[in-house]
Nanobody, 126 residues
Framework: QVQLVESGGGLVQAGGSLRLSCAAS?????????MGWFRQPPGKEREFVAA????????YYADSVKGRFTISRDGAKNTVYLQMNSLKPEDTAVYYC??????????????????WGQGTQVTVSS
């Protein structure tokens, strides 16, 4: 069974940076997978942040984070990262890591993903 464990959340001032990590386990390789980051701001629905196809490394971003966030993966560690720079108060949310075993469906839709982490809180103060 695939398990995803996020870490790296916390409290940061506007303009600061954080790096989230998502450690994946339960398989020897995730080459066929697509990995994503979603977030859920207080009182709002879960929304797409970024995704990466494990085999190609091609990243995709929501317009709201393009140019500020970077998604990457480390195959040796089976870990996906989300580097977040120039953080804004509106980035405050619980951030979730997700895995799509078939790399199919819309990368922007939460329903395409099969496995989820427990979430990590990111709070950006103004």
């Amino acid at each position: 069974q695939v398990q995803l464990v996020e870490s790296g959340g916390g409290l940061v001032q506007a303009g600061g940076s954080l790096r989230l990590s998502c450690a994946a386990s339960g398989r020897n390789t995730f080459n066929s997978y697509r990995m994503g980051w979603f977030r859920q701001p207080p009182g709002k629905e879960r929304e797409f942040v970024a995704a990466i196809t494990w085999s190609s490394g091609i990243p995709y971003y929501a317009d709201s984070v393009k140019g500020r966030f970077t998604i990457s993966r480390d195959g040796a560690k089976n870990t996906v990262y989300l580097q977040m720079n120039s953080l804004k108060p509106e980035d405050t949310a619980v951030y979730y890591c997700a895995a799509d075993r078939d790399n199919s469906g819309s990368r922007y839709s939460a329903s395409s993903y099969d496995y989820w982490g427990q979430g990590t809180q990111v709070t950006v103060s103004s």
